[in-house]
């Protein structure tokens, strides 16, 4: 099994996705847990993909 490359971290207020190979910050702030999407991210699923669970995550902060 490969190693993740992206996790979801605490912050204060929610949750934010850190990049490991980057070492920065990946995407916005989420106030719920973004499971789905950081499964995505790792499992290099497709640009459709992700752009849907972005959108799913950034309707559910509303």
């Known amino acids: 099994m490969s190693r993740r490359r992206y996790v979801a971290r ?22 719920l847990c973004p499971d789905d ?10 640009p459709e993909t992700i752009t849907a669970l972005l ?3 950034r309707a559910m902060k509303r």
């Open 55 to 57: 959108k799913k995550c």
């Open 37 to 46: 999407l950081v499964t995505a991210l790792n499992a290099k699923a497709s």
């Open 10 to 31: 605490g912050v204060p207020g929610g949750y934010r996705i850190w990049d490991k190979k980057g070492r920065r910050w990946w995407g916005d702030h989420y106030e």
